[in-house]
Nanobody, 127 residues
Framework: QVQLVESGGGLVQAGGSLRLSCAASQHTFSNYAMGWFRQAPGKAREFVAAISWGGDSTYYVDSMKGRFTISRDNAKKTVYLQMNSLNPEHTAVYYC????????????????????WGQGTQVTVSS
């Protein structure tokens, strides 16, 4: 069982930046692909970004490309989401998730493919 703990959320003004972190409990973290999802009030949880186990492949929802960057440090068992140029539409709870065996690139985008989830961290962007 992998435990994931997110941190780094908070309140930021529009145009600002935040870096989210997700720390994993298990030493086999490097065997997992990792993703970030978000859920705004009254909306479904949606894909934001993902990264392969080795960090050589990254995936983004189109609207976040160039604005958000996902990265990982396997030695620290941590995945990051750097978020720049934030606006109030980015307000949501952000979740990290672990994916053991992606069968195709499509799996990275599908929340149903992920095996483990963190508890989420709130990001609030004020106008």
């Amino acid at each position: 069982q992998v435990q994931l703990v997110e941190s780094g959320g908070g309140l930021v003004q529009a145009g600002g930046s935040l870096r989210l972190s997700c720390a994993a409990s298990q030493h086999t973290f490097s065997n997992y692909a990792m993703g970030w999802f978000r859920q705004a009030p009254g909306k479904a949880r949606e894909f934001v970004a993902a990264i392969s186990w080795g960090g050589d492949s990254t995936y983004y929802v189109d609207s976040m490309k160039g604005r958000f960057t996902i990265s990982r440090d396997n030695a620290k068992k941590t995945v990051y989401l750097q978020m720049n140029s934030l606006n109030p539409e980015h307000t949501a709870v952000y979740y990290c998730a672990g994916l053991r065996i992606p069968r195709s690139s499509r799996d990275y985008y599908d929340r149903g493919s992920y095996d483990y989830w963190g508890q989420g961290t709130q990001v609030t962007v004020s106008s």
